[in-house]
């Protein structure tokens, strides 16, 4: 493993490299081959590594396989030393095949996609979708805190070129530096934590780290796990630090769907799960993670379920299945949490991408009002996004099913009332989602005449990807198949019980019935069925294409709980007000106005010497006395002068 394993990132930093370098000189078809091609051969190794990884793990009885590559130093002091140094384990190359699998899909869906860009801009975009999966891959594959600090640093920075990619747009400019803020906000929280670990134990290493427990005092770890959560709560969009990411639509839908599933938001559910351990032995935390991920759960389905922009309805539902996964981290369903981040994966990526189709064939409208009946035109992209749709809304046997029952199951068993109020996100999640579904493919076209007349499938580099994630989104959730209904058939669940082991050592399990679990799984999925049939029955012969009939609720829902608008009021404008005090009164005035004053008064004088050159000799003779005698003045000590001023006087 430590002879390959450095490849994983190098290929994708290899086509930003070379598509970033050579962009006003490479093809669009040389740009596609080098920027998908790195990101599979990336896939290929990671498959390679995961099968190493796998043998290992069952060769050796359940033991847990760490195998950490140091390349080099990257800090090294008299106090402390932070290797360059990648970990691979279960949970690391389970995300890097997430990572390459999917960015891989997305890539391809690019070539086409992206073919109506100059080639200059094209091979721009795609040094920066390589660039993006790099930092990704540095993050998950980091040995210890910082290195994963370089690859979440990276991500951020990635989402700010990408959302701005169209830089012409001033609004999508104030999209990507809105994402970029609001991301520095939670890193900060990020960061002081690894200066915590760094003063108290003088190691970011994982391993060190978590064998070094023992030394932190309650308060230590649960200060450490909240400033963690908050980086986390930036880069994966939870409540208050959320509004980035449904902002982050500006940029080209394909980013939407590496964004989404494959990177960025989920480093955060990444970073809690790496540090399992710590956050069993901060229940405080806990609660407050699942807490946060609940309330974002519900709020952000709330805001879903009245969106018209087929993006944004996608957008607000990442935040909120986002929200299930902090549930299931803060409940101590660690492998549910990061089950459902691979089952949302592949289904996000499907949705995002099934988007992507039909807004290349809608000529880039994206109100759902203004479509209707797409399954006529497009068949391919209309079968994958329902089977997406299903997927989502939790209906067996599909993938989502699978991952979001073990995390309502695993709150019930914390709290009832977590699962309880989860229940109705799922809801909510299947009425928006076939809302969304009804308006766009079924029903009566709303569209003009010129669209309806342009209508058309996808090609195959958009639509093979698509066929390849709904198949992932029909099948995925048999990895984790629960007990309930085969004992011993969660193949997630074994792979990585040595990564979780310590935490489900100290946690308090409470196991339901099979009754129990049957009766569960029946009641929520016989009411998904009704609330899907409800939303299919609601919009099917929607006709109307404005808002004037909502109530005050439906307008409150699609202003996003004027959310955006009180931060706006409470905190973007008064510092806007700040800063311009600042720089008007004192940098302008203050400072500029010194520096200035320094240089309009050396002109002034320079102006008024310059007098002195009146061309008169006389003039210059009585200069050249004065100064003779101002000369003197000052070549004798204080006590000849007062002798001189004594004989005169």
Known sequence: MSKIAFLVPLFPLLGFLINGLGRQRLSKSAVGIIGSGMIFLSFLTSCFLFGQVYGAAANSGGAPINSVVTLFNFIQTEAFTIPFAFQIDQLSVLFLLIITGIGFLIHLYSTAYMKEEAPHHFARYFAYLNLFVFSMLLLVMGSNYVIMFIGWEGVGLCSYLLIGYWFKNGDYNYAAKKAFIMNRIGDLGFLLAVFWLIFKLGTVNY????????????????????????????????????????????????????????????????????????????????????????????????????????????????????????LGLGVGAYTGAVFHVMTHAFFKALLFLGAGSVIHAMHHEQDIRKMGNLKKYMPITHITFLLACL??????????????????????????????????GALMTAFYMFRLYTLTFLGNF???????????????????????????????????????FA?????????????????????????LTHAQEYLMMGVVTFLIVMVIAFAVKSYKKYKNTNDTEEGELGKLLMNK????????TAIVNPLNALGGILKNVVEKSGIDGAVNGVGKLVAYGSRQLRLIQSGQVASYLLIMILSMVVFFIVWFNDSTITRFLDKIF
């Not at 710590?278 to 709330?302: H, N, R, W």
């Not at 004992?487 to 196991?511: C, G, M, Y």
């Open 207 to 326: 391993t060190d780290v978590f064998a070094g427990i023992s030394q932190l005092s309650a308060f230590d770890i649960t200060a450490i796990t909240t400033l963690l959560f908050v980086g986390a709560m930036g880069k994966s969009a939870q409540i208050p630090l959320y509004t980035w990411l449904p902002d982050a639509m500006a940029g080209p839908t394909p980013v939407s769907a590496l964004i989404h599933a494959a990177t960025m938001v989920t480093a955060g559910i990444y970073m809690i799960a790496r540090s399992n351990i710590l956050y069993t032995m901060a229940p405080a935390t806990q609660t407050l993670v699942a807490v946060i991920g609940l309330a974002t759960a519900i709020f952000a389905a709330t805001i879903a379920l009245k969106q018209n922009d087929i993006k944004k309805v996608l957008a607000y539902s990442t935040v909120s299945q986002l929200g299930y996964m902090f």
């Open 391 to 424: 997927a989502i809304a939790g209906i067996p046997p599909f993938a989502g099913f699978f991952s979001k029952d073990e995390i309502l199951v695993a709150a019930y068993s914390n709290n009832p009332l977590f699962y309880y109020i989860g229940v109705g």
């Open 446 to 484: 709303r569209g003009t005449y010129e669209q309806e007349h342009h209508l058309h499938e996808s090609p195959s580099a958009m639509t093979i990807p698509l066929i390849v994630l709904a198949v992932l989104s029909v099948v995925g959730g048999f990895i984790g198949i629960p007990a309930v």
């Open 487 to 511: 004992e011993n058939q969660h193949w997630l669940q074994h792979f990585l019980a040595p990564i979780f082991a310590e935490s489900t050592k100290l946690a308090e399990v409470h196991h």
């Open 561 to 568: 709980w004027y959310v955006d608008e009180l931060y706006n």
